[in-house]
């Protein structure tokens, strides 16, 4: 049969458009970043109440780096508040929290937040939540790689599986629906490999509105597909 597309299990979000919906306001970036960040508690709920079991957002990468000073601390200390805001509603509702990328290289004052709201979640099974922080797909790929030939494996070995199996995701299903907001049109070095047969939904929204009705907008589109992985409706056909 068709594959089925009701509600998603795992659900991406490059949150795009912060600084744009400030600066469309004539306030200064940090604005459009706090405002950003309460719009991404408002979708974990909302992901969280629909029944999204995985939800990943792009939350800073390895590229964002080379932003102002000032910005970059800014970010990390939303983050930060964040964390210690958020820990106790991630329980109350029974959300993991989950971080993909190189931990090491943030402020260790995020890390240590990072790392208690992990351990304190640890056993939340109801959603994961995916914050991917100082992350590049392309060196997900490369660690990948690294890492299977450490360990010694012959070519021949090396499967898709074992190559699934060293990504940050490791464990988890890929991303269905892969969203993007702000009107940009690309993934931004965003889960190169698990992005292989996701769904796409480009919206002109900037991050900051978009709120659980556009992400409802978002996942009954998503509803509306066949998805095929790879199969010709022909085949599809053939397969009901």
């Known amino acids: 049969m068709p594959e ?9 979000i490059i949150m795009d458009g912060n600084g ?3 600066t469309s306001r004539n306030l200064p970036r940090s604005e459009g970043h706090r405002a950003g960040t309460r719009t991404a508690k408002a979708i974990v709920t909302r992901c969280r109440e629909l029944g999204v079991r995985h939800l990943t957002l792009y939350t800073f990468s390895r590229e964002n780096w080379s932003r102002p000073k000032d910005e970059v601390a800014l970010l990390f200390d939303l983050l930060v508040d964040y964390m210690k805001g958020e820990l106790q509603n991630l329980l109350d509702q029974d959300i993991r929290l989950r971080v993909l990328g190189e931990m090491d290289g943030l ?3 995020v890390r240590q937040a990072l790392s208690h709201v992990m351990q304190k979640t640890a056993g939340c099974r109801t959603m994961t939540l995916n914050l991917a922080l100082n ?3 392309r060196e997900e790929i490369l660690r990948a790689a690294r890492a299977l030939a450490a360990r010694g494996l012959t070519a021949a070995a090396i499967s898709e599986e074992a190559f699934a199996a060293e990504l940050y995701t490791a464990g988890q299903p890929d ?20 992005a ?17 009705e556009e992400l409802e907008r ?4 998503f509803q509306g597909r066949q998805r095929r992985f790879g199969k010709t409706a022909q085949q599809l056909e053939a397969d009901t």
């Open 4 to 12: 089925s597309t009701g509600v998603p299990a795992h659900v991406a």
């Open 20 to 22: 744009r919906w400030a």
């Open 107 to 109: 402020p260790f004052m």
């Open 135 to 137: 992350y590049s797909g």
């Open 175 to 194: 991303p269905d629906l892969i969203i993007r907001t702000s009107g940009e049109l690309r993934l931004s070095n965003y889960l190169l490999f698990q």
């Open 196 to 212: 292989a047969y996701s769904e796409f939904y480009f919206t002109e929204t900037l991050w900051p509105d978009f709120g659980p």
């Open 218 to 221: 978002a996942l009954a589109d």
